[in-house]
Each structure stands twice: as C-alpha cells, then as structure tokens.
C-alpha cells in the first residue's frame, strides 16, 4: 500500500487496523464499566438515603450485638443521635431492663437466620421515656450469604397503639422483598396456575413452592365451600376489576385451615397487558383483632398509590394539588382531575380549619412533619368526611423539598361515633346538674365528687 508516498507492507496495514478496532472495544468496554459503577454508586447512595431519611425507625446491629445502624427516625424517636449509638451495645444500652433478656433472645435467633416479625419491645430514649416499637428483626447478610449482623425495621406504636403495625422489610430488590416478605404473597397466571408463592405464604400452607407452582389456585389451596367466590374474585382482577381485603380460607398441607385477607392485584406486563393476579395477604387465623389493612403490590409506585385503599393526596410547594388517589376521589366525590392543580385548603378544607391545615402544610414544606393530625374535607355533596391524617416532606432526588403527601385514614364515623358520646355526655351532665332531685356523690374516700344545684 502507497501512504503519502511510502510503500508500507500489507501486513502492518492490517496490524494498525487491528489496533485501531481493539483500542475502539477497550474504550466501549471502559465507558460501559464506568457506567455501570456509576450506576451501582447512584444505588447505592439512594438506598443509603432512603434507609437513613425514612419516616420508620430502621436500626441494626453486628454479630457482637452493637449498633452499626441507626437511622435518623430512630436519632428522633430515642434522643440519641448516630454518633451516639454506633457501636454501643444495642440490648444493655437501650433495651428497657425487663424485656432485655426477651429481645436478646430474638436478636440472637435472627443472627442464626431464624427471624422474629411483629415482636413489641421498648426502648428507652435519652430522657429516660420509653417508646414502645413493633419490631421485625431479619437477619443481614453479606454478598456471600454469610450472616453479618440484624436489622430492625420498626414502627412507633407508642401513641398509636391501633395503627398499622405491618412494617416492610427494606430489601435490595423486588424479588428479595416478594420471597423474604412477611406477609403471604401468591399469584397467578391468566390460566389460575399459580406462579408466585412466597416464603411466607409456604411456611402458612405447608406447602413448598416447589409443591405449588403451575398448580390450579382455587381447586388446589382454596376450601371448597369458598372456591366458587374466590374463582369469582380472581377472575375480576383478571378483567382489572381489583378486590380489597377480601377473606379466604387457605386448605393447609396438615388440612388445617388459615384465614388471609387479601388484596387482588390485576397483574400487568410492560405493555399494559393483564397477565395474572397478585394476591398480597395478611394471616388473621390468631389475630383476627390486628390491623387488616393490606398494603397492594403493585408494578411500580405509581400503580400502588392510585390504588391503594387509602386515601393520598399532595401538593406541590405552592399548596396546589399534584397527587389525588381513587381512594381520595372516592371519599370526596372529586375526581383527579377536578382535584389537580387546585389549591388544596381553600378548596377541600372546611373554612373553620383551613388556617390550622395552612399551618401544618407549610411546616411540612419546611421540614416539620405532623402526624394525626384530624382534618375536615367538604365533598363534592356539601358533607364532611373526617380524615387522620399524616403530613410527611416530599423531597426530590437532591433532597430538595418539593411539596407534601398526606396519607389518610378516614375515621369519618368514628369522628360522628365521638361527637354523638361527647353530646350525651354533656347532656347527662346537664340533666344532673339541673334535675329537680338532690344528687350527690363520694368517692372511694367518702369525700364528695357530685353536688347538683338541687
């Protein structure tokens, strides 16, 4: 070959094209390894945030049973800050003295891979309260599945002792999160061959997944006297018609029978196309007076905060609406898009509260979250629904704040339930201090605690 006039040998020609396509490989290869670091960094970082800004108590501990996490809602709820509990034993240092000995135990079973959900401990905070915590305590585990240490994953329940104690165990993936959940989680396909079956659920049966997969749901698992309505629920999420805290009755491998309150998940592709159900469920065989409200699976945060059976709602930073659930549409007759973009207090807040809600949104958008808070909404027919709600940040991926999610419970007839006790109670009281009889009263000293004006 002639380059600028000089012959070069065919073969080194060939030797230079051939390092000119390797060195194109190496700097794709490097440029895709790059990414994918920056990516596995990018995951990393935001787990790390998300376990240290949750809104639930997340703390953990080594094989030698000292505090190596503590995340800041645990800092709140305890008094002491990070800095303070690392490395401090966790059960001698904080553990109330009588249940010491109880959640030692628990903490020595997770560090042999035996896990304990739901187990109530005490903690003693730095002002020498005690804060009552609904705690799973699940075993942690490096790449190499060797047991490193526990993780508690917890719920204040201090103040709200009827509150939802089922607490999501943080996991790395969907997969982990679905098989290590502690609530029973099964599917089906678009044939009802069952094709998801957890950990939990084959501990509930006795059935392994081996033993269950590809076989019929309803005819296999399902009592017979209730086949024909669970058939009946199942083939409505099959048509996207989804059903929540529905009772069935499992048939267990020993032919005992386990009561579950489920919520069918119409199961969707990429596309959109229904390709199954999920059945996300609570065991309620010896708790039947627990909480049965069952948190949905869904695809993506998206579907699970539409669907959810709660009401959830939002605004961005100038107090305008950005997030209105069916549950929230529901509950006031407005539809998400009558709700969006309006002004979420002058619209939907009773005139007598809407400075009060003003006050807790725009404590919310600094930072200051409220929970409980009662609230009146005025529905689209002129009634008054009664909502608890919890007034939690909403932050962006820079932990910039950029509005607020409520999360509801609607405790409409029990607010109407109060009222009326609240109503006859100052009626009785009246009634004695006004009846044209004398009523006194002692107490268990003889003294007097009743005088009417009789």
Known sequence: LFLKGILLPTTTAATTEDERNNNNKRHRSNASSDSAVNSSRIMAHELRKLVDTANAPIFGIDINGNVNEWNFKTAEITGYSREEAFHKPLVSTFISPKLQQSVQEVLDMALKGLETSNYELEFETKSKETRYLLVNATTRRDTENKITGVVGVAQDVTEAARHDRAVAAAAHELRQLVDTANAPIFGIDVDGNVNEWNDKTAEITGYSREEAMDKHLVSTFIVPKLRESVQRVMDNALQGKETSNYELEFCTKSKD????????????????NIMGVVGVAQDVTETAKHDRAVAAMANELRQLVDTANAPIFGIDVDGTVNEWNDKTAEITGF??????????????????????????????????????????????????????????????????????????????????HDRAVAAMANELRQLVDTANAPIFGIDVYGNVNEWNNK
Request: charged content about 30%; proline content about 2%.
């Open 257 to 272: 029978i386990r009561h579950l309150l489920v919520n069918a998940t119409t199961r969707r592709d990429a596309n959109y």
């Open 335 to 416: 539809s998400k898009e009558e709700a969006l973009k309006k002004p979420l207090v002058s619209t939907f807040i009773v005139p007598k509260l809407r400075a009060s809600v003003q006050s807790v949104m725009d404590n919310a958008l600094r930072g200051e979250e409220t929970s409980n808070y009662e609230l009146e909404f005025r529905t689209k027919s002129d009634e008054i629904r009664y909502l608890l709600v919890n007034a939690t940040t909403r932050r962006d991926a820079e932990n910039k704040i950029v509005g607020v999610v409520g999360v509801a419970q609607d405790v409409t007839e029990a607010a109407k």
